[in-house]
Every structure is written in C-alpha cells, then in structure tokens.
C-alpha cells in the first residue's frame, strides 16, 4: 500500500501535467487564432452594426434628466459612456475607412478588438446601470 | 411619424442587393431629406437609417461619391450623439435642479 499511493500520487501528478500541457496547448490555440486570424468584411460590419446599436442605447440613456424624477439617469454612467462612445466611434470609423480602401479585403482581427472592446464597455454600462 | 415610417418602408423595399446606382441615387436622397427630421423628432428610427446605410455601403454598384454623401449622413446622427454627450456633461456640472425635496 506504502507503495501504492506515491504511484498513484505520481499518476495524479502526470494526468494534472497532461491536463496543464492540454490547457497550455489550448491557450496557445486561443492566442494564435487571436493573433493571426482574419476578419471578413461581413464579420466586421455586424461589429460596426451591434457597437451602433449599444451607443444608441447608452446615447439616449444620457438624454435622461439626472435622477430626481423617474424617468432618470445617474450622473456616473455620463463619462465611461463618453469614453466608450469616443474610443469606439474611432475604431469604427478606421475599420470603415478600411473596408472603404479595401474593399472585400479581411480586416486583421486586432484592428476589430478596439471595437469590441468598447461595446464590451457599453454592454457592461447598460448592465451595470440598468439601462434599456 | 407615420410619414417618416413610409419613407424608410419604402426605401428598404429599394435597397436590395441588386439595386443599381440609380436607385442607390435615389434613395440616397430621401435620406438625406428625411436624416435631419429623423434625427430631431424621431429618435426610434436612427437605428433604422443606420441599417440602410450599412446595407447601402455593403452593394457592389455604389459609388465613392455616394459613400461620401453616406459619410455625410453619418456625421450628421453622429454630431447627434456627440451634442447628447456634452449636453449630459453640462447638466451633470451644474448643480441638480431636477431633485425631489
């Protein structure tokens, strides 16, 4: 029994590096996809298309008076939404000019992430605050 | 409303793929009569102008003139958002006059 147990004390070590070596292996996937892949123009404008449908969304919350009166909106929401609306109405407008320069061509899929990243920030801001 | 429901109605029925420049001509300019009336009294429908406008960019037979009067339009409803942001930036500065006592 002595014995046993470092074996399959080892084994569990083995099956948890395998199990470490699959992750990594996946990890390094994840990451080679991200760094390597293409966006297709279609793949690029529903970005474009669901990050103008979360800026409508936040830009009419903004419209709202500051809570007092129902309906309202918190002052606090006003400059993360500004930042996000900013750094993504940007990236939208390169990934634009792009397609408009090059049309039909892929898109690197690093020049799509600012734009995902922004609605990311918007998607959060509505949750966050409840906004709809 | 109801009129500016029927513009955009009739030109979604116009944008399909194989619309040529001339009806992309076209209803490029309704657009660009009815995105000021839209933006200033019906907000609900900027989504829809924005569609068509993606749609429009998206045909073959467009034009670079006709993306730039496009470019023209979207700077119109994004001028639009940026006034609603400074708007909220200004109202957040001053002091709250819209509280409950």
């Not at chain 2, 009739?10 to 839209?38: C, F, R």
């Given at each position: 029994?002595?014995?046993?147990?470092?074996?399959?004390?080892?084994?569990?070590?083995?099956?948890?590096?395998?199990?470490?070596?699959?992750?990594?292996?996946?990890?390094?996937?994840?990451?080679?996809?991200?760094?390597?892949?293409?966006?297709?123009?279609?793949?690029?404008?529903?970005?474009?298309?669901?990050?103008?449908?979360?800026?409508?969304?936040?830009?009419?919350?903004?419209?709202?008076?500051?809570?007092?009166?129902?309906?309202?909106?918190?002052?606090?929401?006003?400059?993360?939404?500004?930042?996000?609306?900013?750094?993504?109405?940007?990236?939208?407008?390169?990934?634009?000019?792009?397609?408009?320069?090059?049309?039909?061509?892929?898109?690197?899929?690093?020049?799509?992430?600012?734009?995902?990243?922004?609605?990311?920030?918007?998607?959060?801001?509505?949750?966050?605050?409840?906004?709809? | 409303?109801?009129?500016?429901?029927?513009?955009?109605?009739?030109?979604?029925?116009?944008?399909?793929?194989?619309?040529?420049?001339?009806?992309?001509?076209?209803v490029i300019t309704?657009l660009?009569?009815?995105?000021?009336?839209?933006?200033?009294?019906?907000?609900?429908?900027?989504?829809?102008?924005?569609?068509?406008?993606?749609?429009?960019?998206?045909?073959?037979?467009?034009?670079?003139?006709?993306?730039?009067q496009?470019?023209?339009?979207?700077?119109?409803?994004?001028?639009?958002?940026?006034?609603?942001?400074?708007?909220?930036?200004?109202?957040?500065?001053?002091?709250?006059?819209?509280?409950?006592?």
């Amino acid at each position: 029994m002595k014995k046993i147990l470092p074996a399959l004390a080892l084994v569990t070590l083995l099956s948890g590096c395998a199990a470490l070596q699959n992750l990594t292996n996946d990890v390094k996937t994840a990451y080679q996809v991200v760094t390597t892949s293409a966006v297709t123009p279609t793949q690029a404008d529903v970005a474009i298309n669901v990050f103008d449908g979360v800026k409508k969304t936040t830009t009419n919350y903004l419209r709202l008076p500051i809570c007092g009166k129902l309906p309202c909106r918190q002052s606090a929401a006003t400059i993360p939404i500004k930042k996000a609306i900013s750094a993504g109405t940007l990236a939208r407008n390169d990934i634009k000019a792009f397609l408009r320069a090059n049309p039909g061509a892929n898109l690197n899929i690093q020049s799509v992430s600012d734009l995902q990243n922004a609605t990311s920030a918007l998607q959060a801001i509505i949750k966050a605050y409840n906004i709809n | 409303m109801t009129a500016a429901i029927q513009a955009l109605l009739s030109l979604l029925s116009l944008i399909a793929p194989s619309a040529t420049q001339q009806v992309i001509a076209g209803v490029i300019t309704t657009l660009e009569a009815w995105v000021p009336v839209i933006i200033k009294e019906y907000q609900d429908l900027v989504p829809i102008v924005t569609n068509i406008i993606a749609a429009l960019r998206a045909n073959g037979e467009i034009t670079p003139a006709m993306l730039d009067q496009l470019d023209a339009q979207e700077a119109i409803i994004d001028a639009d958002f940026d006034a609603a942001e400074a708007k909220a930036e200004a109202d957040d500065a001053a002091p709250n006059t819209n509280a409950t006592s």
